[in-house]
Antibody, heavy 113, light 108 residues
Framework: EVQLVESGGGLVQPGGSLRLSCAASGFRFSSYEMHWVRQAPGKGLEWVSYITTSGSTTYYGDSVKGRFTISRDNLRNSLFLQMNSLRAEDTAVYYC??????WGQGALVTVSS | SYELTQPPSVSVSPGQTARISCSGDALPKKYAYWYQQKSGQAPALVIY???ERPSGIPERFSGSRSGTMATLTISGAQVEDEADYYC???????????FGGGTKLTVL
């Protein structure tokens, strides 16, 4: 059974940092490009970041470029999102997505003082 | 920046055909993907590469693309198909992915 489990969410103050993790199982993680997607409360889906299978190439949405960093560890079947200089508008449920097929259940990130 | 445009809402009666459109300038060259999100749940893939259906997705779900428009069709919509639907694709460079704004499907 395919599983993607996000962790590391929580409450953080504006300007703070947080690192999200996504543990993958049930599929060949190293063969899949990965995405982070977020959804602010009551809003639609927003693409955040993308990483190739090897991790050598990464792309970011304009709203997070320069503040967020995506990475992966294929030996540990894990995906990461380092989030710095967080803002109130980064408050959202963050999902990891395997290829374009598999989704995790999401991790809530709340940026508030 | 690149955008995909969807209608905010579509409403049909049970058994009718629902069509949800998604328009974008890069769609002639880039695949469209469709996700269903029911209230309080994570999204789920219902159509990939314009018109392919993942295993477990009912046959009433189909997808097509013509020029700059992709369309998700639900033939004989059921009450359980009520959800938000999002299209997903990339710009021409392939460097930026984008979701459409989402379409709320009502079946009643």
């Amino acid at each position: 059974e395919v599983q993607l489990v996000e962790s590391g969410g929580g409450l953080v103050q504006p300007g703070g940092s947080l690192r999200l993790s996504c543990a993958a199982s049930g599929f060949r993680f190293s063969s899949y490009e990965m995405h982070w997607v977020r959804q602010a409360p009551g809003k639609g889906l927003e693409w955040v970041s993308y990483i190739t299978t090897s991790g050598s190439t990464t792309y970011y949405g304009d709203s997070v470029k320069g503040r967020f960093t995506i990475s992966r560890d294929n030996l540990r079947n894990s995906l990461f999102l380092q989030m710095n200089s967080l803002r109130a508008e980064d408050t959202a449920v963050y999902y990891c997505m395997g290829g374009v097929h598999f989704w995790g259940q999401g991790a809530l990130v709340t940026v508030s003082s | 920046s690149y955008e995909l445009t969807q209608p905010p809402s579509v409403s049909v009666s049970p058994g009718q055909t629902a069509r949800i459109s998604c328009s974008g300038d890069a769609l002639p060259k880039k695949y469209a993907y469709w996700y269903q999100q029911k209230s309080g749940q994570a999204p789920a893939l219902v159509i990939y590469e314009d018109g392919e259906r993942p295993s477990g997705i009912p046959e009433r779900f189909s997808g097509s693309r013509s020029g700059t428009m992709a369309t998700l069709t639900i033939s004989g919509a059921q009450v359980e198909d009520e959800a938000d639907y999002y299209c997903y694709s990339t710009d021409n460079s392939g460097n930026h992915w984008v979701f459409g704004g989402g379409t709320k499907l009502t079946v009643l």
